[in-house]
């Protein structure tokens, strides 16, 4: 990901602003916010380049071994863009070890099955936050503030209906009746 200047301007200001709180002019803020957006979106970018080399990627796979080398070659990409491969990038590239390529890969995308296995296993996802430093967000020390109770009406307005009971909108069930037996005649 790469910055503008601009951006850089705003990205070194909002850091010294978390470090050292200060008073900020409106125009500062909507610079900050911007560059948040900005940075939403080449996240957003990022993940739709993302699942069309995975999309890609899955009709090579799927063409196999007669796409070999484009194979082997979008796969590189793909991981180079934070793919992370799959049971069935390991099953293929099995197939492909015969190639030094194709081996070189193999130990490459074991290892890295092994390490999100592990860090999958290891970590917990933490929700992404929106900037809290800003003027108007909340800081870790401010709680929200409870509000102040009412009392409680003692009996309902007289425009207001009472809620009725489950049992008076749902009457229970009958049972069936049993069918009434049929006597054969004799005669």
Known sequence: MAFSADELRVLRRALAIALHPTPLAVEEVQDCLSLADSV?????????????????????????????????????????????????????????????????????????????VRARLTRTPAPRTRLLALPGGRCADDKPKPAPKEPAPKQPAPAERPVPKPSEVFPPRRRPAPPPSEQLAAG
């Open 40 to 116: 939403d979106e080449a996240v957003r970018e990022a993940g739709r380049l993302r699942a069309f080399l995975v999309d890609d990627l899955g009709r090579y796979r799927a063409a196999l071994p007669g796409s070999a080398a484009g194979y082997l070659e979008l796969l590189q990409d793909a991981l180079a863009a934070g793919y992370e491969p799959r049971a069935e990038d390991l099953a293929a590239l099995r197939t492909l070890r015969a190639t030094p390529a194709g081996a070189l890969l193999l130990d490459r995308c074991q290892g890295l099955a092994e390490q999100s």
